[in-house]
């Protein structure tokens, strides 16, 4: 059972290194050229780099099973960790989630000569400049830093109270609020999901 266990001369091995490498190269292009440029969510990073890791290791794993019977399981169990976002994602960086999966994903692949490996760093540049470009197409003007509160009074959610709103929060929060969005509201427990728009 330990007779390999020190030896590395092995091609499946050097094989998942190599893309490995590729997918991190990939996965820093994305997340700290593109979307930390653009969202300046550093707490997200650590985050999407290590599901992106996980994910990757995943992946290599399934030729060990049945190719197509493993894959279908494992993507499968991978895209439910879309489920599993909390209340502080906004549909963007679900997208940025979405798009560190599908790297990692298509990384993890291990073709050997089916398909060509020009083709997979197309893949993955085409995500990526994907993103970039409509990053800097739909960029808002006003270039708001933007995060999610749990507010909890509910009665200045009142389209008459939003000037009142605005100065609640921005006491609140300490910070130069110029626009609430509210994204969720429960009325049972009394408390609303704010997404607020503030200057650095």
């Not at 798009?99 to 540049?125: C, Y």
């Not at 507010?151 to 000037?163: C, F, G, R, T, V």
Request: hydrophobic share 55%; charged share 20%.
């Amino acid at each position: 059972m330990f007779s390999n266990f020190f030896n590395l001369n092995n091609a499946d091995f050097w094989s998942v290194v190599e893309r490995f490498v590729i997918n991190l190269i990939f996965l820093f292009l994305l997340l700290r050229i593109v979307y930390y440029r653009y969202s300046k969510k550093a707490k997200y990073l650590f985050g999407y780099f290590l599901m992106g890791i996980v994910i990757f290791f995943i992946g290599s794993m399934l030729k060990i099973v049945a190719m197509e019977f493993g894959m279908a399981i494992g993507l499968f169990a991978i895209f439910t960790i879309l489920n599993l976002r909390t209340v502080s994602f906004n549909v963007k960086d679900m997208a940025y989630l979405f798009a560190v999966i599908a790297i990692s994903a298509i990384n993890s692949l291990d073709l050997k000569g089916r398909f060509p490996l020009i083709g997979i760093l197309i893949f993955n540049i085409t995500i990526i400049t994907a993103a970039f470009i409509l990053e800097m197409l739909l960029a808002r003007k006003d270039n708001y830093s933007t995060h999610p509160i749990v507010y909890h009074d509910l009665e200045l959610l009142k389209p008459q109270n939003k000037a009142e709103l605005i100065k609640n929060v921005t006491e609140l929060t300490g910070l130069d609020v110029k626009k609430v969005v509210i994204r969720r509201v429960n009325y049972k427990k009394k408390v609303a999901i704010l997404d607020i728009f503030y200057n650095d």
